[in-house]
């Protein structure tokens, strides 16, 4: 059958890379683990991807495309090789604009609840 496993970076390791997330990472779990299309949901706290490409059987990777290809592979540990020869495929999806932890905390700024 097919599933949608979701994996989400934790709060620590996005810190390492860019600001750490509005939402902590027990909350937006908590979100993907309550949309029914979600068959399972958990939190990586490791770069390295692979272990849970093996461990899940993965045959897709969708991630934003706000990321430029190989510096993804890059931060995930994983090379066009690796992903060849495991049959996975990487998909870039278009990056949704507006929903993020900066656009978030702008708009907290911007209405005054702060």
Same mark, same amino acid.
């Given at each position: 059958?097919?599933?949608? !496993? #979701?994996?989400? %970076?934790?709060? @620590?390791?996005?810190?390492?890379? +860019? ?5 902590? $990472? ?34 897709? !990777? #969708?991630?934003? %495309?706000?990321? @430029?290809?190989?510096?993804?592979? +890059? ?5 066009? $090789? ?33």
């Amino acid at each position: 059958g097919e599933n949608l !496993i #979701v994996a989400i %970076n934790g709060d @620590e390791m996005v810190a390492s890379y +860019k600001r750490k997330p509005f939402y902590s $990472e027990l909350d937006r779990l908590e979100i993907l683990k309550s949309c029914r299309f979600v068959d399972e949901a958990f939190i990586i706290t490791e770069y390295d991807n692979k272990e849970f490409i093996e461990k899940y059987n993965i045959d897709a !990777i #969708v991630h934003g %495309n706000d990321w @430029e290809v190989n510096s993804y592979m +890059k931060q995930i540990r994983v090379t066009k $090789e690796y992903l060849n020869e495991r049959n996975v495929e990487l998909v870039l999806l278009p990056y949704t604009q507006g929903i993020s932890t900066s656009q978030i905390v702008k708009m907290i700024k911007e209405s005054n609840f702060v």
